[in-house]
């Protein structure tokens, strides 16, 4: 087997027997009513998981992406909320100011010559401090689109809600997964990933597909942060605190490697719905803490970086 | 050599190339012909990668022209070269190993069908032009699950598919094995048949005359001469090489002769693919030379027996049995090393020239036996003086100092340690030529103060100015020991250029 499929593998494997373990002792949790709860609940997760995914197989890494959810929660619901705007109209802001914000994040990575760990550092203290600079205090929004928006869903077979937040999600994995397989963008970004040096001499244009990757990362962290606003109906400074880390958690557990050049979206989108799983199970006991969530994932981290090491390692022993 | 007539696909019109203060190319004309298979030779630093370089658009020549088909060409980056027909594929394989084969023949020139790419025409291609190079593989495999041989040819496909008219290798064989370089020249000999102009550069001469048409060689960054092989023997393209005429005048050091009592004895010492087992005794107060070419293994042995590589086989003594598994083991033993690439692995550039001489001394007193200030002072001033370097202050950053006060920094270093013998790869590289004569001067002073010293050097009228012996290297094995009236440039250059033993 390709050995980039082999941790993409071995996560589907140990999510079917999470999720068969867990249905073993809840069988209600096999229901599209709990899928549906599922998607809905970690759509913004999830749309940001993209973003890092991208990131991650370029060889960078985006701390900023919690802090732009933040951000764009509040910036929308000031603009909803205190400016009397159409929520269309702030959205539409809303994207444009992140994605901007990531181009110029991923202009100074390129440019200057830092490491992406140190810009994004610094545009998430930008991000989060400018955020409460424009309110410390919860916003809530009060619209009646916001109100459609959540309430609008499809009725799966099976009873369950696919709601539109949870559609977006999925929507945005299946082009996600386009964008990184069938397109120039794609190979470069993989390029990148794999040796930056030689990408560059092949002719990939490392400038242009850095700025885009973080643009993008920052785009969707803003969709994400709109989403996470429809989801609670307000804005608020302090939320999607850590939500990047969860995210990176997401994409290594989906198989992606953190020093880049392999991975799939749709790796990630198995981490993050494993990442859901171990919540809803935590809640569905009802006895243990929601800290347990932590634990698992910790370990379920562990695990995956342990795994890629064995697996590459063995390659390069038979190479 | 069918297209010797026609007009060259490539010129290079006394091209010329200064870094700093240093001339790295001079006035060098090349031509290459469609169709033809051209060695390019020189030791390091001949201007060898300047030249090639210049001709794929990575520098930008000082003087002079590329012209390529009768147009002057300025090419602003390797891209452009390589629009313009000249691809070039270097020694690492410069491509992408995590992905597919064929996307990597195919990166930035993908077949697209409706915005997407079109993997299954990728796929078809890649099988297709592979199949022309006699290569039948898993395209949709990763690159790098195959041998660097096998990424060498993709290399190759890849450079031809985009460039096609000029293919440049640069050490293209260096990491591979025999099998692995004959199914290299099938590919090339097929690329020259097609009508290319190959440029083909390598340290091991007879690959130069199994595969190519004509040669070039650089020296100083200066063209020697360019000749067709069939021509010439190896005897004087080492010549070339090395610059020696074999009118040359001996010198008179031969009579110090192994004065000393032996001092140290390397035996049957050997790496399996680094270097043969070798025998070599070093007597107090004696110089021994080491000649060979670039890849011949005289490297290696220098870091055999400083203990940088393991030896797997042999013994060595040195004041007792010495068995090395660091360098730290060799500096207690006595020893010092100054290696080839002194920027690399040789200077401190950063730290001062006080800095850098206690360094080694310090290494071997212990980090509990700190040097006060005052004696780092006083030894970096003996040993500046005592060797002539001329820096205006001790606590100047050394990456200020000329290339031959580098040189003369690093030997103050192990000069501080008091060492038995003193290992010296290439210690003349890149120092202005002037300097070339105080080098060998503190190289003879040295001696006369009873140290044992084993110096590479690819300047033989050097190794002759200061070797009492000479061993030669060749095909990574130690193959003749030179004493007495032997130690001449013919006689040196005979014994590289001897055919290998059947």
């Known amino acids: 087997m390709n050995r980039s499929l082999r941790p993409l593998a071995a996560t589907a494997v140990i999510f079917i027997l999470a999720y068969a373990a867990a249905a073993f002792q809840f069988p209600t949790l096999v229901s599209t009513r709990v899928l549906g709860n599922f998607l809905t609940d970690n759509a913004f997760l999830g749309i940001t998981a993209v973003g890092m995914t991208f990131v991650i197989l370029s060889g960078g890494i985006d701390l900023s992406v919690g802090a732009v959810i933040g951000f764009t929660g509040v910036f929308v619901a000031v603009m909803i909320s205190w400016g009397g705007y159409h929520p269309a109209v702030a959205f539409a802001i809303a994207l444009a100011v992140s994605a901007a914000f990531g181009a110029a994040m991923g202009a100074a990575i390129h440019w200057l010559k830092v490491p992406s760990f140190i810009v994004t550092l610094a545009g998430m203290f930008l991000a989060r401090g400018a955020a409460s600079v424009i309110s410390a205090d919860s916003i809530p929004i009060n619209h009646e689109i916001y109100d459609w928006i959540s309430q609008a869903y499809w009725k799966m077979p099976g009873g369950g809600r696919l709601s539109m937040i949870g559609g977006v999600m999925v929507l945005v994995f299946v082009l996600g997964a386009l964008l990184a397989h069938r397109t120039r963008f794609g190979a470069n970004v993989y390029a990148l990933g794999g040796n930056a040096h030689s990408a560059e001499l092949m002719g990939v244009p490392i400038g242009r597909t850095t700025i885009l990757i973080y643009t993008l990362s920052s785009t969707l962290a803003g969709l994400s942060g709109i989403v996470f606003s429809l989801y609670t109906q307000a804005g608020y400074s302090l939320s999607a605190v850590g939500v990047e880390l969860d995210a990176i958690g997401a994409v290594v557990i989906g198989g992606t490697l953190l020093t880049g050049g392999y991975g799939f979206v749709a790796g990630t989108f198995i981490g993050v719905m494993l990442m859901g799983l171990v919540q809803t199970y935590i809640i569905f006991d009802g006895t243990l803490s929601s800290w347990w969530t932590k634990i698992v994932i910790g370990v379920l981290l562990f695990m995956f970086i342990l795994l890629q090491r064995l697996v590459f390692r063995a390659q390069a022993a038979r190479a | ?502």
């Open chain 2, 1 to 502: 050599m069918g297209g010797i007539s026609m007009e060259p696909m490539l010129q290079g019109r006394g091209l010329g190339k200064v870094f700093g203060a240093h001339q790295a190319l001079a006035g060098v004309d090349i031509d290459l012909f469609p169709g033809e298979v051209h060695a390019l030779l020189g030791e390091n630093g001949a201007g060898k990668s300047t030249l090639i370089k210049i001709l794929t658009g990575a520098y930008q020549p000082d003087s002079g022209a590329v012209v390529l088909e009768g147009a002057e060409v300025a090419f602003r980056d390797p891209l452009q070269a390589q629009a313009a027909g000249i691809g070039t594929v270097y020694q690492e394989v410069n491509l992408v190993p995590n992905l597919s084969v064929a996307e990597n023949l195919y990166l930035g020139h993908q077949p697209m069908r409706w915005g997407m790419l079109n993997k299954r025409a990728m796929h078809d291609g890649a099988r297709e032009i592979l199949a022309g190079y006699g290569l039948e593989i898993d395209v949709r495999a990763e690159l790098g699950s195959f041998s660097v041989a096998v990424q060498q040819i993709v290399a190759i496909a890849r450079a031809v598919k985009l460039s096609g008219k000029v293919l440049v290798l640069d050490e293209p064989t260096a990491s591979l094995d025999r099998a692995e370089v004959e199914s290299l020249f099938e590919v090339i000999a097929k690329l020259k048949a097609r009508g290319l102009a190959v440029v083909f550069i390598t340290h091991f001469l007879d690959q130069v005359f199994a595969i190519a048409d004509r040669v070039t060689v650089l020296r100083n960054g200066k063209l020697v001469s360019t000749q067709a092989i069939s021509g010439l023997s190896r005897t004087d393209v080492v010549r070339m090489m090395l610059g020696k005429d074999v009118v040359f005048a001996h010198s008179p050091v031969t009579e110090i002769g192994a004065s000393g009592p032996a001092l140290a004895e390397f035996k049957g010492l050997g790496r399996k693919g680094s270097v043969a087992p070798f025998d070599l005794t070093l007597h107090q107060g004696e110089v021994v030379g080491v000649a060979g070419l670039l890849g011949s293994g005289r490297t290696e042995m220098a870091r055999l027996m400083f203990g940088v590589d393991l030896a797997d086989t042999g013994s060595i003594s040195l004041g007792g049995p010495l068995t090395l598994r660091s360098p730290r083991q060799a500096v207690a033993a006595g020893m010092g090393f100054c290696p080839e690439d002194r920027k690399v692995d040789g200077i401190f550039g950063e730290l001062s020239v006080r800095e850098n001489i206690v360094i080694a001394l310090q290494a071997k007193l212990g980090w509990f036996k700190a040097l006060s200030r005052d004696e780092q002072d006083d030894i970096a001033g003996r040993f500046a003086e005592a060797l002539d370097i001329r820096a205006a202050d001790h606590n100047m950053p050394v990456k200020l100092l000329s290339g031959g006060n580098q040189q003369k920094v690093i030997l103050a270093r192990w000069m501080a340690i008091d060492p038995k013998l003193l290992i010296l790869d290439e210690p003349t590289r890149g120092i202005d030529v002037g300097a070339h004569a105080e080098i060998v001067r503190t190289i003879n002073r040295l001696r006369e103060d009873g140290l044992a010293l084993l110096v590479i050097s690819s300047e033989l009228d050097e190794v002759v100015a200061y070797s009492s012996r000479v061993v030669v290297m060749r095909d990574r094995a130690m193959v003749a020991e030179l004493k007495g009236a032997d130690i001449a440039p013919q006689v040196i250059v005979q014994a590289i250029a001897a055919q290998e033993a059947p």
